[in-house]
């Protein structure tokens, strides 16, 4: 039988944040990430090409050996996931599994919220698409839930200006307004995989007793519990701890932005950080 990894894709660095907490929480699998960095950001594309690139993506990381992908970007998992699952893997790769990241969160979050009035912080393109309204409210009828872009968040991270004081107008900003829409909320998603970088930030102006809920942990308890259930597909899983990333862009851009991504997640989960070196290929979708 061959042996495969685990494909993290995200259209940009974010989905590092994911990465990092997967390997925390499953070490001992074989990952590659590949961020498609040359057409990032996905934010603000229309369904179609979202949907175009993230199929791209999707047949490379199958390509390179791996049966079970996870698309650590809320927009594609917003603007694509359904259909890839539906026409893609259905009819063409069946021994294949995509799975995205705004279906665990949708699981948890109405357990850690007391009165079910739930914020969604994002990127416009996952707001406009309504995922975490409809997830939520699957499997919470009776949530209310209010979404808000925060666009300018992204560019706050991907700039270097997340740690500085001029980012502070922007988070309390966004904040503002999200808490005027509904003033009962008391639980926010970071529904983009850039906000956990911003978190310090964020927490210096929310209210104490909002909970706010990055995704990383519970994307990867929610695969770990997959990965349980689904034993046939674990054991097509190789068990070297290593990992490959891959970039449409700049292998030395990435590089530099990767580290900075992977040290804030170590950073995060009060690990000490002693610096990170990556290997990265550029390639082609």
């Not at 039988?1 to 940009?12: E, L, N, P, Q, Y």
């Not at 808000?148 to 968040?153: E, G, N």
């Not at 104490?208 to 097509?236: C, F, M, N, S, W």
């Not at 891959?246 to 610096?275: I, K």
């Amino acid at each position: 039988m061959k042996m495969g990894k685990i494909g993290v894709f995200d259209s940009g660095y974010g989905g590092l944040t994911i990465l990092g907490q997967l390997r925390r929480r499953l070490p001992r699998y074989d990952y590659a990430y590949l961020g498609d960095n040359a057409r990032a950001p996905y934010g603000t594309r229309s369904f179609d090409v979202v949907y175009e690139f993230t199929l791209q993506a999707v047949k490379r990381l199958i390509d390179m050996d791996c049966p079970l992908i996870i698309l650590a970007c809320n927009t594609a998992s917003a603007k694509a996931l359904r259909t890839i699952q539906q026409t893609f893997i259905a009819n063409e790769r069946p021994d294949c599994r995509v799975l995205g990241v705004i279906r665990p969160t949708a699981e948890v979050v109405g357990t850690l919220s007391h009165n079910h009035h739930i914020g969604v912080l994002a990127t416009e393109g996952t707001i406009r698409s309504e995922s975490y309204d409809l997830e939520i409210h699957k499997l919470w009828p009776d949530a209310v839930v209010t979404g808000l872009a925060a666009p300018m968040w992204v560019s706050l991270v991907e700039n270097g200006e997340y740690d500085r004081p001029g980012a502070d107008f922007f988070v309390r900003d966004s904040l503002q307004q999200l808490l005027a829409l509904d003033p009962v909320i008391d639980t926010i998603i970071l529904g983009c995989t850039h906000y956990p970088l911003l978190l310090h930030k964020i927490k210096k102006f929310v209210p104490p007793h909002i909970r706010l809920v990055p995704q990383g942990e519970y994307v990867a308890a929610a695969l770990d519990d997959y990965l349980k259930r689904h034993t046939d597909l674990d054991a097509r899983l190789s068990t070297g701890s290593t990992c490959e990333f891959f970039t449409t862009e700049s292998p030395t851009r990435f590089r530099e932005q990767a580290a900075l991504f992977l040290d804030n997640e170590r950073l995060r989960v009060g690990e000490r950080s002693s610096g990170i070196h990556i290997d990265v290929q550029r390639i082609q979708l």
